[in-house]
């Protein structure tokens, strides 16, 4: 069988979920049920054609959810970590430190001193 040149047609369905939902995202198997697709075949074609894991995309879509709270309110850390969906603020600390290379807290200081983000 030749190998597919395009992305499959239900993989934008996946992304609009978990979109969506990226608070608590679907279990693998919620989703596999959602496009009618085994949970391997989704893992596989969404590193594929997204070039991520699906896991990492959900924290992506966290992450830059709980970037632009800090950036653009005055909530507070331990509100926009319930409200982005994370555990707990320390929790939000390490996902944001991983993906934007600084804390939350940093991000928030610099807004403050320049009046925009330093990302």
């Given at each position: 069988?030749?190998?597919?040149?395009?992305?499959?047609?239900?993989?934008?369905?996946?992304?609009?979920?978990?979109q969506?939902?990226f608070?608590?995202?679907?279990?693998?198997?919620?989703?596999?049920?959602?496009?009618?697709?085994?949970?391997?075949?989704?893992?596989?074609?969404?590193?594929r054609?997204?070039?991520?894991?699906?896991?990492?995309?959900?924290?992506?879509?966290?992450?830059?959810?709980?970037?632009?709270?800090?950036?653009?309110?005055?909530?507070?850390?331990?509100?926009?970590?319930?409200?982005?969906?994370?555990?707990?603020?320390?929790?939000?600390?390490r996902?944001?430190?991983?993906?934007?290379?600084?804390?939350?807290?940093?991000?928030?200081?610099?807004r403050?001193?320049?009046?925009?983000?330093?990302f």
């Amino acid at each position: 069988m030749a190998e597919s040149t395009r992305p499959p047609a239900w993989l934008p369905v996946i992304e609009d979920v978990v979109q969506a939902h990226f608070r608590r995202p679907p279990s693998l198997s919620e989703l596999a049920t959602v496009v009618d697709r085994s949970p391997s075949q989704i893992v596989r074609a969404f590193r594929r054609w997204r070039g991520i894991s699906l896991g990492s995309f959900a924290r992506r879509l966290r992450a830059e959810h709980a970037r632009r709270a800090l950036l653009e309110t005055n909530a507070s850390l331990s509100e926009i970590s319930l409200e982005a969906g994370y555990s707990d603020q320390s929790h939000m600390t390490r996902e944001l430190s991983l993906y934007l290379g600084c804390t939350p807290g940093r991000l928030r200081r610099a807004r403050r001193k320049k009046g925009r983000s330093p990302f």
